[in-house]
């Protein structure tokens, strides 16, 4: 099975309530894959005061290649309440616009076992390539400085063969005078 490596830091959380009240600490973090078999993978729990919970630890994982989403849940008290759980999108950090080695700053909203808004989860996560590897996505070289090796620039969305540019302007044609004969 073919999978991705990816280092996730969990920052920290912000406005998680339990019971109406705020949630400080005590609490942890568990991020795994949608797939049917996951491995979990936890934080340790936090103790500090004031503020929201600050863990700032980084997981290293493996992501399976056919997996769609991250999940990350907010946990409190060894596992027996859920706080919140956040759906990410895998690509939300992988190819696109910018190198797969890239680090992204995210946020998400989390959701308590209701649906209920409950705080937000501020992460990073960096997909790990080899210097000297090969993009993934486009079977280029790559090196420290840029993504890319060559000196061809790429402009626009990446076509199917990485050949042609197609960029499209909306237009309202209720806003032009129709001519009348």
């Not at 400080?24 to 936090?46: H, I, Q």
Request: positive net charge; glycine residues 8%.
């Amino acid at each position: 099975m073919a999978t991705r490596s990816i280092e996730i830091t969990v920052l920290s959380a912000e406005n998680l309530q339990s019971n109406r009240k705020p949630l400080k600490k005590n609490s942890f973090v568990t991020v795994r894959t949608d797939s049917p078999v996951t491995k979990v993978y936890r934080t340790a729990e936090t103790d500090c005061e004031g503020g929201g919970p600050k863990w700032n630890e980084k997981i290293v994982m493996e992501v399976p290649a056919h997996a769609k989403n991250l999940i990350v849940e907010v946990q409190c008290q060894n596992g027996a309440r859920p706080i919140g759980a956040a759906s990410i999108p895998v690509t939300d950090f992988t190819g696109g616009w910018v190198p797969e080695s890239y680090l992204h700053f995210l946020s998400y909203r989390l959701r308590d076992e209701r649906g209920v808004r409950n705080g937000i989860v501020n992460i990073s996560v960096r997909m790990k390539v080899e210097e000297g590897g090969t993009s993934s996505m486009y079977g280029r070289k790559l090196s420290s400085g840029c993504a890319s090796t060559s000196s061809q620039a790429n402009w626009g969305y990446p076509a199917v063969d990485n050949s042609a540019v197609v960029t499209g302007v909306p237009v309202n044609w209720k806003s032009y005078s129709r001519v009348q004969y």
